[in-house]
């Protein structure tokens, strides 16, 4: 069995779900208790936030 690699790395992960407000079922589950509907926030903002930089980079 292959394991996939992340894209996004463990710290922006974390720190994600301590934005969105369920790092503490993160800590006590793993990401495998996370409900889908927080990792589609998850997801979600992420994009937001790669979105964010790429227009910060075009300005400059």
């Known amino acids: 069995m292959s394991r996939r690699r992340s894209v996004m790395s463990e710290a922006f992960k974390a720190e994600l779900a301590k934005d969105l407000g369920f790092y503490e079922t993160v800590q006590r589950e793993g990401w ?6 927080d990792a589609g926030n998850m997801v979600k903002r992420a ?3 790669a979105e964010q930089a790429l227009a910060r980079n075009a300005q400059s």
């Open 47 to 49: 994009i937001e936030i």
């Open 32 to 37: 495998g208790g996370i409900r889908t509907k």
